[in-house]
């Protein structure tokens, strides 16, 4: 059959060049993904498999999880070949570090790609309560922001130590930007600029302590600001890109075209796609209710589920690098392995399209010309 719209042309993990269509209309079903095929970012060498696992729930995210809980979903990660791992000094209050950092250490350092995030300094606090945003049993460290040059190495040496890795792969920006500051933003942000926080990464990257530098956060905009006064090489970008919110398709176009590998998260928009009727993490609007449900019929009608659609989409656009999916246990990465190496045929893509249900320009998985 068929296919119209722009052209577009981007290399697999096998290094096949894929040139097509950004309209879909053929009928073939492409081989699905596995989550142990690699991409690399396309200015540093750092690879990683296209599903990693995001660890804030080894802090406890919601509710108490065991370490054997957590030890469950990092080795049946590993078995399934994932060897991308996301964690962060605020998860649990350090508690994600200290616990992903026990498990990847029984591993030789070569065979797995780390990252971790600078932006908040933790500090010895007993007055940290049984749950504190979130995490439930919170260790007694309570975090400041900072993005100073001072703070940004004082909570990378933090992390070393509590990771036993002296150099994590990639180093994140953690939680900036206007969302989630307010009012405080530009104060932050001066930090992160005048203050010496770019500078500190800078440094840290060029004396090879880390190899890749970005930002990890919930809003494109403040990326797109920060490519204009720093040379980032990657950004961890949670919810703005998905099958449900493609507002930012010329932002990640510009990531495409600049070299900024993009690491998707919240690939499920805080649940809103795999079933939970949230987004944001608040009750969903009747408007964003009626395109789930919208999605979720054309889903029934092609024999597709919802979050297989959920977790690929996103790795279709050049810029994306990885989908980080986060798993409290053995049972829920298995069923985000299932749902990710899914086959899904190259019709429902289109019909996606046709129903108007993503944006005109989005690449679209197995899209060939």
Same mark, same amino acid.
């Given at each position: 059959?068929?296919?119209?719209?722009?052209?577009?042309?981007?290399?697999?993990?096998?290094?096949?060049?894929?040139?097509?269509?950004?309209?879909?209309?053929?009928?073939?079903?492409?081989?699905?993904?596995?989550?142990?095929?690699?991409?690399?970012?396309?200015? !540093?060498?750092? *690879?990683?498999?296209?599903?990693? $696992? /995001?660890?804030?729930?080894?802090?406890? &995210? %919601?509710?108490?999880?065991?370490?054997?809980?957590?030890?469950?979903?990092?080795?049946?990660?590993?078995?399934?070949?994932?060897?991308?791992?996301?964690?962060?000094?605020?998860?649990?209050?350090?508690?994600?570090?200290?616990?992903?950092?026990?498990?990847?250490?029984?591993?030789?350092?070569?065979?797995?790609?780390?990252?971790?995030?600078?932006?908040?300094?933790?500090?010895?606090?007993?007055?940290?309560?049984?749950?504190?945003?979130?995490?439930?049993?919170?260790?007694?460290?309570?975090?400041?922001?900072?993005?100073?040059?001072?703070?940004?190495? !004082?909570?990378? *040496?933090?992390?070393?130590?509590? $990771? /036993?890795?002296?150099?994590?792969?990639? &180093? %994140?920006?953690?939680?900036?930007?206007?969302?989630?500051?307010?009012?405080?933003?530009?104060?932050?942000?001066?930090?992160?600029?005048?203050?010496?926080?770019?500078?500190?990464?800078?440094?840290?990257?060029?004396?090879?302590?880390?190899?890749?530098?970005?930002?990890?956060?919930?809003?494109?905009?403040?990326?797109?600001?920060?490519?204009?006064?720093?040379?980032?090489?990657?950004?961890?970008?949670?919810?703005?890109?998905?099958?449900?919110?493609?507002?930012?398709?010329?932002?990640?176009?510009?990531?495409?075209?600049?070299?900024?590998?993009?690491?998707?998260?919240?690939?499920?928009?805080?649940?809103? $796609?795999?079933?939970?009727?949230?987004?944001?993490?608040?009750?969903?609007?009747?408007?964003?209710?009626?395109?789930?449900?919208?999605?979720?019929?054309?889903?029934?009608?092609?024999?597709?589920?919802?979050?297989?659609?959920?977790?690929?989409?996103?790795?279709?656009?050049?810029?994306?690098?990885?989908?980080?999916?986060?798993?409290?246990?053995?049972?829920?990465?298995?069923?985000?392995?299932?749902?990710?190496?899914?086959?899904?045929?190259?019709?429902?893509?289109?019909?996606?399209?046709?129903?108007?249900?993503?944006?005109?320009?989005?690449?679209?998985?197995?899209?060939?010309?």
């Amino acid at each position: 059959m068929g296919v119209t719209g722009t052209p577009f042309e981007k290399t697999k993990a096998d290094g096949r060049i894929v040139c097509g269509h950004l309209h879909q209309t053929t009928n073939v079903k492409v081989p699905a993904m596995k989550v142990s095929d690699k991409r690399k970012l396309p200015h !540093r060498d750092v *690879e990683v498999t296209i599903m990693g $696992l /995001g660890c804030a729930q080894m802090g406890n &995210l %919601y509710r108490l999880t065991p370490y054997e809980e957590s030890k469950g979903a990092f080795d049946k990660a590993w078995d399934s070949g994932m060897r991308y791992f996301d964690t962060a000094p605020f998860y649990g209050y350090t508690r994600s570090e200290r616990r992903l950092g026990t498990m990847v250490t029984e591993h030789d350092r070569s065979e797995y790609t780390l990252s971790t995030k600078v932006g908040r300094v933790m500090v010895p606090d007993e007055t940290v309560g049984p749950e504190e945003d979130t995490y439930v049993a919170p260790l007694p460290f309570r975090p400041l922001y900072d993005y100073s040059y001072d703070a940004i190495m !004082r909570s990378f *040496e933090a992390s070393q130590q509590r $990771l /036993g890795v002296l150099k994590p792969d990639i &180093l %994140y920006i953690h939680d900036i930007g206007p969302y989630t500051h307010g009012d405080k933003h530009q104060h932050y942000w001066d930090q992160l600029t005048t203050g010496g926080g770019f500078k500190a990464l800078g440094k840290l990257r060029d004396e090879g302590s880390t190899k890749a530098v970005g930002l990890g956060v919930n809003e494109w905009e403040v990326v797109r600001d920060a490519m204009e006064v720093f040379d980032i090489d990657a950004a961890m970008l949670a919810g703005r890109y998905t099958l449900l919110e493609q507002q930012s398709l010329s932002f990640m176009n510009a990531c495409a075209e600049k070299g900024v590998g993009i690491v998707v998260a919240g690939a499920f928009n805080s649940g809103i $796609l795999a079933g939970n009727r949230k987004f944001n993490y608040k009750d969903a609007p009747a408007e964003l209710l009626a395109r789930v449900d919208a999605l979720h019929d054309v889903c029934e009608e092609m024999g597709v589920s919802l979050q297989a659609a959920a977790l690929q989409f996103p790795l279709a656009h050049p810029a994306s690098v990885t989908v980080v999916s986060g798993a409290r246990n053995a049972e829920q990465l298995t069923s985000n392995i299932a749902w990710f190496e899914q086959d899904i045929p190259d019709a429902f893509w289109a019909e996606l399209h046709r129903r108007g249900l993503i944006a005109e320009g989005s690449p679209v998985p197995g899209a060939k010309g």
